[in-house]
Each structure stands twice: as structure tokens, then as C-alpha cells.
């Protein structure tokens, strides 16, 4: 059944407006009518079972049929910073991880970054991020639609490194401690936490200096490696949420 994500506001009591994009890929693409039924979230706290009530030039309006339980999302909160890779391999990462399980996203700019910054270009980048992960949510039937949050400098990315509850830098150079050895404890220990936050640092294509793996350490990050193979910048992520997930329990039995 299609999902879509509207904002509170427009989440009522007893019905819901969807409009924009949403509402045009309702009346042309599904070609809906009244009756057909999808599900609409606000993304924050409320989801529920409608159906299409009318459609009007650019807006559908759905009846609420029930509500539904928000049981979609894991109990850990995945925030990917990725140093922003080249071309539109950022997209495929928020598109992916978003798909996994993350719950955040967090660009930076890291010593070997290739890509140009520049700021005048940055609002429309970030736009699209943000739809994509919208679609990505809905296509995977999220209960809300992760955060993409504007780049960061490497700086700025290591002072929030104590907002969270572990933090894993992944590094290629790293020989000792693997991503499973180092969450396996931690998660044991978490016992029915439902809150803990995860930051999982991925480096550009040319990866990370030594520098900036002695400045991640200092800040309090844990560096770890993914394994014997060298994965692409845009796989990294995708394989730690996935590891992390899979070792919280959200990849096994309901």
C-alpha cells in the first residue's frame, strides 16, 4: 500500500490534505479515486490507515480510517556523517541507508574531499537530498523521514562526536578492532533502551589521513575497520548500518 508523508498541520483529526508533489502522483501516476486506500504519517507522531475522500486541482483530501502504531523504526538511532563523495553518490548513500534503517545524515568536508563546496549551490543540493530520502522513507515504509542535515566542516562534525551514545570511525588502515567486536559489547548492554544514538563517520574516496584518525580518537570516537576488503565510500555506510542494526536485533525475529 503507498505511503505518503504530509506535514503535522495538515494531519487532522478525522482527515488529511495531501498536496504538491504527493498530490500530483496520486490524481496522475496512481491514477487514485475515491475510496482507494494509502497510509499518511506526519512523520513525527501519527500515522494512519485513509482513504481518498476527493481530489481537487493540486490537493487530496483522505479520510482517516484508523490510526496505526509507529513500529517501524529502530531503537537505535543511526546518524551516517559522510564526507561528501563525488558526482551523486551521496544520494545513493541517503537513498540506501535510508532504506537499512539511519535515522540521520550528516555531510562534511574532511581533508581529502574532492568535491568544490560551494554554499550558492548547497540549498538545492540539500533539497534533493531531502526528497530523496522522503521517497526512500515511503518506499520502505518508514514511520518518519530521516534527517538530512546541511555539511559540516570537519571541526564542526568532531565537537558533536559527545551528543552521542557510541561513535565508529570507519577506517581502511584499521588492522585491529572490527565494527562487530566493538558494537557486540555495547549493544549487549543496552538492554530495552529505545533512545541510543549511534554516529557512524565515512570518509570521502581517497579515505582518511592518519591526522584525522588521531583527531576522531581524541574526540572520543572508536576506530574500526569493515572488514579485509576495501569497500567504495558509498558502500561503507550502508555496511555499518547494516552491522549495527543486525547487532541491536532489528534484523532478526518480529
Known amino acids: 500500500m503507498q505511503r505518503y508523508f504530509v506535514s503535522p498541520e495538515n494531519f487532522g483529526e478525522d482527515s488529511v490534505t495531501i498536496g504538491g508533489e504527493d498530490a500530483r502522483h496520486i490524481a496522475r501516476v496512481m491514477r487514485g479515486k475515491a475510496g482507494d486506500k494509502l497510509i499518511v504519517s506526519d512523520g513525527v507522531s501519527r500515522e494512519a490507515l485513509a482513504e481518498i475522500a476527493s481530489i481537487g486541482e493540486g490537493i487530496v483530501t483522505v479520510s482517516i480510517i484508523e490510526n496505526m502504531p509507529m513500529t517501524q523504526e529502530a531503537r537505535v538511532k543511526i546518524t551516517v ?8 553518490k551521496m544520494e545513493i548513500v541517503i537513498q540506501k541507508c535510508t532504506e537499512i534503517g539511519a ?47 546541511a555539511p559540516q566542516t570537519w571541526k564542526q562534525l568532531l565537537k558533536s562526536v559527545d551528543r552521542y551514545d557510541a561513535v565508529y570511525f570507519c577506517y581502511e588502515k584499521e588492522e585491529g578492532l572490527q565494527l ?23 570518509g570521502p ?3 582518511f589521513s592518519e591526522g584525522e584518525c588521531g583527531e576522531a580518537e581524541a574526540a572520543g570516537a572508536v576506530s574500526v575497520g569493515l572488514g579485509k576488503r576495501i569497500l567504495r565510500c558509498e558502500t561503507a555506510g550502508m555496511v555499518a548500518a547494516a552491522c549495527i542494526l543486525y547487532e541491536t536485533g532489528e534484523m532478526g525475529e518480529a
Open 81 to 88: 556523517a559522510q564526507s561528501l563523495p563525488k558526482g551523486d
Open 205 to 207: 574516496e581517497g579515505g
Open 103 to 149: 535515522a540521520s545524515f550528516q555531510p562534511f568536508l574532511s581533508e581529502r574531499t574532492i568535491v568544490q563546496y560551494d554554499e550558492r549551490k548547497e540549498s538545492k543540493r540539500l533539497d534533493r537530498w531531502r526528497k530523496i530520502a522522503k521517497e526512500a522513507a515511503e518506499q520502505a515504509h518508514r514511520n518518519i523521514v530521516p534527517e538530512v542535515a
Open 180 to 202: 562487530r567486536s566493538a558494537v557486540a559489547p555495547w549493544a549487549a548492554q543496552l538492554g530495552d533502551a529505545s533512545k541510543a544514538s549511534v554516529l557512524v563517520i565515512v
